[in-house]
């Protein structure tokens, strides 16, 4: 097993290719922000992007053991064999992303997972830095999801670059340059007008496009909305963070609520229980609600 984290570790050349590419994509959009005069970036906000990336980053190294070890586990049993290496390639590009689209999907439909999620979403500002807004304890929850693909008999190792090399597309989506791709890329992949729904705020957009690659999962699962011209995106939470620079607070604000909600005395344990497993947004009182029921109250507003 340790070979397997030193050959992990030797062979992430990735880091090393995609580092300077980062650079180059975040500085032309810098520059193309300030010739548009549109403030794109704060000082702040990027300070606070890189801080969870990184934290992120350690926390993942901290226990690449632990995930090499159960997903290894998981290998050894499994019982499927593609012995070419396309095919191989191309079937693990599909299961990692069919599999992050689930993750991503429970993320946002289950309140314990979204406290892990809600920092990637908390910004106001919606950048390339916005890509790299880590969910900070998504190495503890991710790889439960990639569990299946061992078993079917694919690599850990493959699976976790498989994964790095997906993220890398999920980060250069975060750009407001790009208005519009071509209609035959944006009916199979996820592209920057896509993203930008994910991250408003607006009850319309709330949950919506999960994918990280191929949009095609949202449109057969029906998580897919179309950005619209007379719906402009504004971006963050529907209650945005009191402290959203704070270095812990933006980690744990969510946590903080959750535990308020999970403790309140006028809750039975059932009731606790929904607090943690139901989508963010319920209530045992109907004091706030979930995106179903903003939006199902928005359409009744309309009619």
């Not at 950048?127 to 190495?139: E, W």
């Amino acid at each position: 097993m340790w070979q397997s984290i030193q050959a992990y570790l030797d062979n992430n050349w990735l880091l090393a290719i995609s580092t300077p590419f980062y650079i180059i994509l975040i500085a032309a959009e810098v520059l193309w922000s300030n010739y548009r005069k549109i403030k794109l970036y704060s000082v702040k906000e990027t300070a606070i992007n890189l801080w969870l990336n990184i934290a992120n980053t350690a926390l993942g190294l901290s226990i690449k053991f632990f995930i090499l070890m159960v997903l290894g586990f998981f290998f050894k049993f499994s019982f499927v064999h593609i012995p070419n290496p396309y095919l191989y390639w191309f079937v693990l590009f599909l299961g990692v992303d069919i599999c992050f689209y689930f993750e991503h999907r429970a993320a946002h439909f289950s309140r314990i997972l979204w406290a892990i999620h809600v920092t990637h979403h908390s910004s106001q500002e919606f950048n390339l830095t916005t890509g790299f807004r880590s969910s900070v304890f998504r190495p503890f929850v991710s790889f439960f999801f990639f569990i299946p693909l061992a078993f079917l008999g694919f690599n850990p190792l493959d699976i976790l670059f498989m994964d790095a090399l997906c993220q890398i597309y999920g980060i250069i989506v975060h750009t407001q340059y790009i208005i519009k791709m071509p209609k035959w890329f944006e009916a199979i992949f996820v592209t920057p007008s896509h993203h930008r729904v994910h991250h408003a705020s607006n009850i319309l957009y709330l949950d919506k496009n999960m994918g990280m690659v191929l949009i095609v999962w949202d449109r057969i699962f029906n998580t897919f909305q179309q950005e619209l011209h007379n719906e402009k995106v504004v971006y963050g939470l529907t209650k945005n963070p009191d402290k959203p620079h704070h270095p812990l607070m933006i980690i744990f604000h969510e946590w903080i609520q959750l535990g308020k909600d999970v403790w309140n005395k006028k809750t039975n344990v059932v009731e606790k229980i929904k607090y943690i497993l139901y989508p963010p947004g319920w209530s045992h009182d109907g004091s706030t609600k979930t995106s179903h029921e903003l939006r199902k109250e928005l359409k009744e507003n309309k009619l």
